[in-house]
């Protein structure tokens, strides 16, 4: 086996692996899935360029990661489902989980998702948004 095809397959598996975190990070509140998303999506085009082809053709692609690099940036109607769907799952979490530690981190990420979504990402006005789609 050449270097070149070990590298593919390791990319590949190493892209694969970051796209089921990226998935599991779109449900659960504490593990954020872009990242993974971005880093799969990364893997993909260094092992083949058919994997980055499919990869961008993806869906999860497309809603996540594609508009967020394009505007970059959310409007606020999108940070505030994402945080209000991250939010609802962070408290379910807290009421079930009985060690004080845990609760504790849990309250600690989701304000720092909060601090993170305002003060980070930068806030895109839906007008701007729709005059983009236009064109």
């Given at each position: 086996m050449t270097l070149k095809k070990m590298k593919s397959i390791l990319f590949m598996l190493l892209g694969s692996i970051s796209l089921v975190f990226g998935i599991a990070g779109t449900v659960l509140?504490?593990?954020p899935g872009g990242p993974f998303y971005l880093f799969a999506a990364y893997c993909f085009a260094k092992s083949s360029k058919r994997m980055e082809n499919w990869f961008k053709s993806t869906a999860i692609y497309e809603k996540y990661v594609e508009a967020f690099l394009?505007?970059?940036?959310?409007t606020r109607k999108e940070k505030i489902r994402i945080n209000v769907t991250a939010d609802?799952?962070?408290l379910l979490s807290v009421v079930f989980v009985d060690i004080l530690f845990v609760r504790i981190l849990l309250i600690g990420l989701a304000l720092y998702k909060h601090y993170y979504f305002i003060k980070k990402i930068k806030t895109?006005?839906?007008e701007s948004c729709e005059v983009e789609k236009s064109q």
């Open positions: 509140p504490v593990l394009q505007k970059k940036g959310m609802f799952f962070i895109l006005h839906p």
